[in-house]
């Protein structure tokens, strides 16, 4: 069982590592901010609580938050683990966290803020599968259109330049409370993340003792 957390800013590329680190090892990827998102697109009661505070790249109630954490984690889908991502972002939320589970490693990718502008601004997503696209270097085959199942790709509402300055103010003044708490206990590995995606997740698989990442096995290589 192998239980491990990611964190990084916006764009460092959490969901692209943690998909990469998933398939091969069974994991379980549970990206919060995906949870809410799809409650978003959903129209579900949880959507519109946090629909307004997710656009203004605000951070959600910390009760919401661990409610669906709590939830997510409890349909035990993950016998041989998980990988969370977006969570804690907080003191209290990594307290919460800690009191219920042992975590193996927390991965922390790396990246300056301006380069964070830069990806986070030209980021897309599909709409349908939620893949993450950059027009910069990860570009679709056909101009927005999913490669992998032909949805329609859209902007995250809260890429914008508004958001993004809230979104990274946030990150930087609780990130490092977060990381202290998770350093006294845990093993925390800073990895830099603006190699390409597969030497970031070869240098987060030598980090956390794992065996290599085979590229054919998830067939998604991208940022
Ligand atoms: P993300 O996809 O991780 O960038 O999250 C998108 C948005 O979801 C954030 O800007 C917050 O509004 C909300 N969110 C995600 N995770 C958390 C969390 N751990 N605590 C509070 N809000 C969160």
């Not at 919460?96 to 986070?120: A, K, T």
């Not at 270097?137 to 859209?154: F, H, N, V």
């Not at 990274?168 to 708490?181: K, S």
């Not at 065996?211 to 991208?222: A, D, I, L, V, Y």
Request: glycine residues 8%.
């Amino acid at each position: 069982m192998r239980k491990y957390v990611i964190m990084g800013v916006q764009g460092s590329g959490k969901g692209t590592q943690s998909q990469m680190l998933v398939t091969d090892l069974g994991l379980v990827h549970i990206g919060v901010g995906d949870i809410f998102r799809w409650n978003v697109q959903n129209h579900t009661k949880l959507g519109a609580q946090v629909r307004r505070t997710m656009a203004a790249g605000e951070l959600v109630s910390d009760d919401l938050v661990e409610e669906v954490v709590r939830d997510r984690l409890t349909q035990h889908d993950w016998n041989f683990g998980f990988i969370i991502d977006g969570f804690p972002r907080n003191r209290r939320q990594a307290e919460f966290f800690l009191e219920s589970y042992d975590i193996d490693g927390v991965i922390v990718l790396d990246l300056p803020d301006s380069e964070v502008r830069r990806r986070v601004l030209n980021r897309r997503l599909c709409a349908n599968c939620g893949m993450d696209y950059n027009l910069i270097d990860s570009t679709p085959k056909e101009a927005g259109k999913c490669d992998m199942c032909g949805g329609e790709l859209i902007t995250r509402e809260d890429d914008t330049e508004e958001a993004l300055a809230v979104r990274l103010r946030e990150y930087h003044a609780q990130t490092e409370e977060v990381l202290e708490i998770f350093r006294r206990k845990e093993y925390v590995f800073v990895v830099d993340a603006r190699p390409a995606p597969e030497a970031v997740q070869d240098q987060i698989r030598k980090c956390l003792a794992l065996p290599p990442f085979e590229p054919g096995e998830t067939g998604n290589g991208r940022a």
